[in-house]
Nanobody
Framework: QVQLVESGGGLVQAGASLRLSCAAS????????MAWFRQAPGKEREFVSA????????DYADSVKGRFTISRDNAKNTVYLQMNSQKPEDTAVYYC????????????????????WGQGTQVTVSS
């Protein structure tokens, strides 16, 4: 069993930066693919970014490419999402997710590939 706890959300102005963190429990964190999804009010949850267990491969939604960066520190059991040049449309609850299976390519964006989910952290970007 893996527990995920997100932190780092908040209220920022457009153009500002935030870094989200997701701390995971469990001894096998380093073997999990990790991802960030988000859900805005009245909208479905959508893929933001993902990273393989080694960090060698990452993926991003087109809407955040060039502005967000995902990374992980397996020694700290933590995955990060650095969000720069934020826009009001980035406002959402951000969820961390983990998969104990091999996830690659187009599978990164499929929420059904992930076995564990955090409770989410609110990010609000004002214009």
């Amino acid at each position: 069993q893996v527990q995920l706890v997100e932190s780092g959300g908040g209220l920022v102005q457009a153009g500002a930066s935030l870094r989200l963190s997701c701390a995971a429990s469990g001894r096998t964190f380093s073997s999990y693919a990790m991802a960030w999804f988000r859900q805005a009010p009245g909208k479905e949850r959508e893929f933001v970014s993902a990273i393989t267990w080694s960090g060698a491969s990452t993926d991003y939604a087109d809407s955040v490419k060039g502005r967000f960066t995902i990374s992980r520190d397996n020694a700290k059991n933590t995955v990060y999402l650095q969000m720069n040049s934020q826009k009001p449309e980035d406002t959402a609850v951000y969820y961390c997710a983990a998969s104990h299976r091999s996830v690659r390519g187009a599978e990164f964006s499929e929420s059904r590939r992930y076995d564990y989910w955090g409770q989410g952290t609110q990010v609000t970007v004002s214009s």
